[in-house]
């Protein structure tokens, strides 16, 4: 229902020196309209023109400091509330890509009262100056 506000495709930018970027990041809202503790947020997929990117190379933000997918898991006191922007964080060597690409996002959560995952996928086609 929400998946086309996942990625804010005017925040994507390159991370680290100008001249020698060592990744991106860009502000992604949830998929879920009730927020979720970020415990149950099992994965955050990110991809580039359909190659997914290592998980071991993103990490999420949601104002107090950068965790990775792994710290996530057992973060039981913090919380991605619903229409709040969180930074995505993601490593890697030369930054994003130079020209127009497909950014993809999918999210998969566990809602407590869904006998299944929650999946939630958007897909912007971006350009970084």
Do not use: C
């Not at 804010?8 to 990744?23: E, K, L, R, S, Y």
């Not at 964080?89 to 996002?105: I, K, M, R, S, Y």
């Amino acid at each position: 229902m929400f998946d086309k506000y996942l990625i804010d495709a005017a925040t994507v930018h390159n991370t680290g020196p100008v001249d020698a970027p060592t990744g991106f990041s860009f502000q992604a809202k949830l998929g879920y309209y009730r927020g979720l503790g970020l415990s149950m947020i099992e994965e955050l997929n990110v991809g580039i023109d359909g190659e997914v990117l290592p998980r071991a190379a993103i990490r999420f933000d949601e104002g107090p400091g950068p965790l990775t997918l792994d710290e996530m898991e057992t973060a039981f006191d913090r919380r991605w509330a619903f229409g709040t922007p969180a930074t995505i964080l993601v490593d890697l060597p030369g930054g994003f890509p130079a020209g127009e690409h497909t950014l993809t996002l999918q999210q998969k959560l566990r809602v407590s009262y869904l006998p299944f995952p929650s999946f939630n996928n958007d897909e912007k086609t971006v350009k970084v100056a």
